[in-house]
Nanobody
Framework: QVQLVESGGGLVQPGGSLRLTCKAS?????????MAWYRQALGKSREMVAI??????NYADSVKGRFTISRDNAKKTVDLQMNSLKPEDTAVYFC?????????WGQGTQVTVSS
């Protein structure tokens, strides 16, 4: 089993920034295991925001140029730096890891962008 705990969510004004952190514990994770951030807005389906898979990263079109995902394998963390936040970024953000085909999820952290 892998446990994932997210932190860093909160209320921010449009144009502001937040940094989310996900800490993994439990079974060993490897750099080859993709880690990602997803989000789910009220009444909408969960969508992938950003993923780091080995040495490559990929982003949803809606966040390209504003969000940056980074991973520290030694600390077993994956961060999501979110800049130029918009009201439509409001959602619960979830951390995910794909460990040899088994998906693990964190409990989520709320991000609210509002003036």
């Amino acid at each position: 089993q892998v446990q994932l705990v997210e932190s860093g969510g909160g209320l921010v004004q449009p144009g502001g920034s937040l940094r989310l952190t996900c800490k993994a514990s439990g079974q060993t994770i490897y750099s080859i295991n993709p880690m990602a951030w997803y989000r789910q807005a009220l009444g909408k389906s969960r969508e992938m925001v950003a993923i780091v898979d080995g040495g490559s990263t990929n982003y949803a079109d809606s966040v390209k140029g504003r969000f940056t995902i980074s991973r520290d394998n030694a600390k077993k963390t994956v961060d999501l730096q979110m800049n130029s936040l918009k009201p439509e970024d409001t959602a619960v953000y979830f951390c995910n890891i794909d460990r040899w085909g088994t998906q693990y999820w964190g409990q989520g952290t709320q991000v609210t962008v509002s003036s």
